[in-house]
Structures are given as structure tokens and as C-alpha cells.
């Protein structure tokens, strides 16, 4: 199959495992920089797998939707009949749709090696197998000009598999770090495999770090990060009687995301400030979590509010953001928060210090650290002038560096330098 001939606007071929409604961070930036590359006259085609409102549509928002199959419901009918002859406790699923749920919003990570098996393996080899002919038709048919794969992990092989056969350029943005990073994570037949991309996309100095010691020509690497919408209204003081401090990540990453951390320097914080509260937004199991607020004797100032549809609404109403994250790669929630110009406080890990200069732009503390975390809140609550100038340095950084129309841009001048062999 020949090669596509360079184009002003190129075609791209977004692959991932899920998209939105199913909505985490990964999907969340892949919709975005599709409606950009959309809005800029960009063919842009999407195959991902199938939710009842992502299934194949024509258009959506301008993209092309390829919500594919990928077995779930025989397979989930077959887990259910063998379950009761497998030794040990195995996940239920009382519907379908508990199951898709579970594995969609990620609040309830699936450990069991068979289930693992049944409920994750498997439909993705299905998916895989249609995917690999979608992107194949779309390739005969001279639809598409690159293949940009947004995860890592196994899809990032298949995404490189059907780049080699349709002779497409290929993109694998490798979004972790860490604890996180996905691409060191595959066996060792998908890593050879995706290794041999066009491109590796690192949303944050660590990450092209990690890359570069796994073996991946420094060429081959583009530092490109998490794209932000930058709202027109932005953060104010309102000035709270109520200090009110907000958290916003998935409960199912913890210990991950240091909540715990967290609520050991709000125990110390709210013995200088009072009255105060902390806002915990994010779906997942909190149950251990309130637990240690009791311990702690907090509860009172600690709301956990699970997944909310009003994350913006509330972080213009706190005083400050907070992300205590052990381990991340960009997080979506502090570039949002800063994208309103809300004071952020971040540990001084991977991706955080990408975006924050300590005491310019907000202040970075060391992970694990009670102690400075509870004196960066007490700072911010003290001193509202320089609160104020670091939300506003805040949003001057991401709106000049990450909002999705230079992100957009960025990836625009990548896809042609990759169509015209020129260096990236």
C-alpha cells in the first residue's frame, strides 16, 4: 500500500480503547484535540470501542465515530456460567451494565486474574481484530494519513501493527510516569512492537526521561503536553468566611494520589485556620478514607462529594486547589484549576513541576511531607495578594503553553513534519 502524499490538512486516525461519554483523561484530551484538528478542516476518524452513544455515527462534533464491538456480552454470559466452578471469590456482575460501568469509570479496578481474563483480555482481542480492519479499510481506501494512538499500553501494538500494514505514519503518546507509565508496562512482544513508532508524545520532562531509558531514540521523542480549555471568566477571591480548599482525582488511584497525605496536614492546618473546609471530589471508594478523617477527628471539615458534573463550578468557588499526588503524569485537574487562575498548591513530582515554578505560579511541595503541605495552606490563607498573583501567573502559563489551541498547534506542525520526513 503506498505511502499518503503530504496535504495541508492531514487525516488522523485516533485510536483508544475508550471515548467519551465513558470520560477519564486520556479520552477527555483525545476529544478535544479532535474537535481542533475538526474545526481546522481535518478529516479526523475515531475508532474506539462501543458505548450506546459512541457506537458508529457519522459525525459527532465533525469526528468520525467507530464505536466497535468488543464482545462484552458473550463473554460477560460465559464468565457468569464458569464463575461457580472457579475456586475463590470472583467478581459478580449482576448486569452487563454494572460490569461496563465498573471497567468504564475505573472506580473498581478489576484484580482477579480471571476475570482479568474474561473481562478485560478477551474483549480486547476482539476489539483488536476489528479495529485492525477498520483501520485497514480506512487505509486502502486513502482516508487516512497518520494513525495517533493516545494510550500506551497494548493498543499502542495494534496501533503500530496497522501503521506498518497501510503504510501510515503512527503516533503513541505515552501519558504516564512512574507508577503510571504505560509503555514499560506491556510484556515484552507488545513493547518490541510499539517501540518501533514514527513518534513518541511525553506530556512532561520525566515522562521523555523514562522514554530515553527504555531505549527510544531521543528523535523519536516530542514533548507535547495535556491540552486545557481556557475558560473567559476566571477565579476571584470571594471572600470565604469558610477557608475552602479543593481536591479533585480519582479515589481509585489512591494511594497514589497522597489523599491520605492530605487529610494528616489538614489535621494540622485547621488547628491555625478556622472555620475551614476540604472539598474531595472524585469517584471511587472512600471508605477508608472517611475512616481516617474520623481517626483524625476532621470529619466535620472534610466533604466527600464522589464524582460531580459541577468540577468547575466548585473550583471557582474554593480558595485554593490542592493535588498531593505521589506519582502522575499531567494532571487534567491542576491544569483546569490553573486554567482559572485558582491558587495551586502540587508536590514537586513529575508533570506538577512542568507546569508550576514554586512561589511564581503556585507553590510545590516534597510528597509525604505533612508538614509543608499544611504551611503552603496557611500561606495562601495569610497572604491573599501573593495567592492571587500566583493564580494569575497560573493562568498565564497554561493558557500560553496548553490551552488546546497550541496544543492543537503543536500537533499540527508534527503530523507534517512526520508526512515530510523532516526532523521532529
Keep these: ?69 468488543s464482545g462484552y456480552e458473550t463473554v460477560y454470559n460465559l464468565w457468569q456460567k464458569l464463575r461457580p466452578f472457579i475456586k475463590g471469590n470472583r467478581p459478580k456482575f449482576e448486569t452487563i451494565d454494572a460490569f461496563a460501568k465498573t471497567s468504564e469509570t475505573k472506580e473498581k479496578p478489576i484484580t482477579d486474574l480471571f476475570a482479568k481474563i474474561f473481562l478485560e483480555f478477551i474483549p480486547a482481542v476482539i476489539f483488536s481484530i476489528q479495529a485492525f480492519g477498520v483501520i485497514i479499510y480506512l487505509g486502502i481506501r486513502k482516508k487516512i494519513d497518520i494513525i495517533h494512538v493516545h494510550e500506551a499500553h497494548w493498543i499502542a501494538a495494534l496501533g ?4 506498518r500494514f497501510t503504510n501510515r505514519k503512527v503516533i503513541v503518546k505515552e501519558a504516564g510516569s512512574g507508577l503510571y507509565r504505560s509503555y514499560n508496562g506491556q510484556p515484552a512482544l507488545l513493547k518490541s512492537i510499539t517501540k518501533k513508532a514514527d513518534c513518541f508524545i511525553a506530556i512532561s520532562s520525566e515522562i521523555k526521561k523514562e522514554l530515553i531509558e527504555s531505549h527510544i531514540p531521543q528523535v523519536r521523542i516530542k514533548s507535547i503536553p495535556n491540552g486545557v480549555a481556557i475558560p473567559d471568566n476566571c477565579w476571584r477571591d470571594h471572600g470565604n468566611l469558610e477557608f475552602t480548599v479543593i481536591f479533585v482525582g480519582n479515589l481509585s488511584q489512591q494511594p497514589w494520589k497522597g489523599i491520605d497525605v492530605l487529610l494528616n496536614g489538614w489535621a494540622l492546618c485547621i488547628q491555625q485556620i478556622n472555620p ?8 471511587g471508594d472512600a471508605t477508608v478514607l472517611k475512616k481516617q478523617a474520623q481517626e483524625l477527628n476532621i470529619q466535620n471539615s472534610v466533604a466527600f462529594l464522589g464524582r460531580s458534573n459541577n468540577v468547575s463550578e466548585l473550583l471557582m468557588k474554593s480558595d485554593v486547589f490542592i493535588l498531593p499526588s505521589r506519582s502522575e503524569g499531567m494532571s487534567n485537574a491542576l491544569l483546569e484549576a490553573m486554567a482559572i487562575g485558582l491558587p495551586c498548591i502540587a508536590t514537586n513530582i513529575s508533570g506538577n513541576s512542568d507546569l508550576i515554578q514554586n512561589n511564581l505560579n503556585g507553590i510545590l511541595i516534597e510528597k ?15 497572604d491573599i495578594f501573593f495567592a492571587k498573583q500566583c493564580g ?26 512526520l508526512l515530510t520526513g523532516k526532523q521532529l
Excluded at 475551614?276 to 469517584?283: F, M, S
Aim: charged share 15%.
Design 1 to 69: 500500500m503506498s505511502a499518503p502524499q503530504p496535504k495541508s490538512n492531514p487525516s488522523i486516525c485516533m485510536l483508544i480503547w475508550h471515548f467519551p461519554p465513558v470520560l477519564g483523561g486520556a479520552e477527555l484530551q483525545c476529544l478535544r484535540l479532535s474537535e481542533q484538528l475538526a474545526q481546522r478542516h481535518h478529516n479526523i476518524f475515531v475508532v474506539t470501542s462501543y458505548h450506546p452513544m459512541t457506537e458508529s455515527k457519522e459525525s459527532l462534533n465533525g469526528i468520525n465515530v467507530y464505536g466497535l464491538k
Design 368 to 382: 509525604e511531607n505533612v508538614i509543608e503541605l499544611s504551611q503552603a495552606l496557611i500561606r495562601f490563607k495569610e
Design 160 to 163: 503500530v501493527c496497522a501503521a
Design 392 to 417: 494569575q501567573n497560573a493562568r498565564e502559563t497554561v493558557s500560553k503553553h496548553c490551552s488546546f489551541s497550541v496544543v492543537a498547534d503543536d500537533y499540527v506542525g508534527l503530523y507534517h513534519r
Design 276 to 283: 475551614a473546609k476540604l472539598l474531595i471530589v472524585g469517584g
